[in-house]
């Protein structure tokens, strides 16, 4: 685990405030989607939970296993969760629908879905990961805000599988449980943890453009804004909607292929510059 100085640099007070306002928010979107779901479908809610804390369990392991996990897990973790469940789907709620009728008033249904999702979705999810970079002392090395950025993604994942589960188990003619199950299932084998992939790749980039060590401003602001637009643009054509079914395939393939090969191809070279820090002691 990478060393850590033991007089942290103090952050920001406008990062905080901005961090600690957004969490705020969000624990009102959190109530209304977990009591909503829950009025639905009791069951439906307490197995989201269940997949979830899963979902969680594995992508913890992950980077523990690969020895990328940042320190002080226990005071980032919930936040980044927190973050991306709450104030994340937020900026869904708040954007999305204007985003879907611009695009369908234009004549564009093709982008609607993509744009509606992968817009507001990924700048509320990158926001989130920049704070928590900015705000937690712990977190002070390039590699961290894959980790970060990560787990903010997965945030979003969960509550907006729980979402679907509570309405696909209402639909099931067999029972909720099957239904809710069928869903979590379906969405785990036909791209897993995807906003927690799209978001892991965005906080690469706004790693290093935080802590990178003798490099240009335009050297910064170009890799971060470079890896946020990598997955926007794996979010995006996973949500477009060609009419052609075959192209439709095609362009999840893309984006899978990059997406999770990006990802992959990440955490080993996190992993790599963890081992070089640790060796030279910096």
């Known amino acids: 685990m990478t060393r850590t100085s033991s007089k942290p640099v103090p952050k920001p007070v406008p990062f905080v405030i901005l961090l600690v306002l957004g969490l705020i ?4 979107v959190i109530a209304l989607n977990l009591v909503g779901n829950y009025k639905t479908s009791p069951v439906g809610l307490w197995i989201g939970l269940a997949f979830s804390a ?14 990328i996990l940042p320190p002080k897990p226990w005071v980032w973790l919930p936040i980044a969760l ?14 999305g629908d204007g985003v879907t009728n611009l695009f369908e008033q ?8 993509s744009l509606s999702g992968a817009w507001p979705e990924e700048i509320g999810k990158g926001l989130g990961t920049l704070l928590i970079l900015l705000c ?24 907006e599988n729980i979402g679907y589960g509570v309405s696909g188990g209402m639909l099931n003619p067999v029972s909720n449980v099957a239904g809710v199950s069928q869903i979590w299932l379906t969405r785990t084998i036909a791209g897993p943890m995807q906003h927690a992939i799209f978001t892991g790749i965005a906080g690469w980039g706004i790693g290093l453009g935080l802590f990178s060590r003798g490099k240009s401003t335009a050297w910064r602001w170009t890799v971060a804004l470079g890896f946020v637009l990598l997955g926007f643009f794996c979010h995006f054509l996973w949500n477009a909607s060609p009419s052609d079914p075959k ?19 990440l955490l080993f ?8 820090s640790l060796h030279s002691g910096s």
Do not use: C, D, Q, S
Request: proline content about 3%; cysteine-free.
């Open 247 to 265: 192209v439709n395939y095609m362009t999840m393939g893309v984006a899978a292929l990059v997406g999770y090969g990006t990802f992959i191809f």
């Open 269 to 276: 070279r996190a992993r790599k510059l963890e081992k070089k």
């Open 54 to 67: 899963a979902y969680v369990a594995v992508l913890l392991l992950i980077f523990a296993i690969m020895g």
């Open 136 to 159: 937690i002392p712990a977190l002070k090395r390039p590699w961290h805000g894959l980790a970060v950025g990560a787990f903010v993604g997965l945030g979003f994942v969960v509550i």
């Open 82 to 95: 927190w973050w991306g469940a709450g104030a994340g789907m937020g900026f869904v709620m708040i954007a």
């Open 106 to 113: 234009l004549g564009l249904p093709i982008f609607t879905v």
């Open 25 to 28: 928010a969000g624990t009102g």
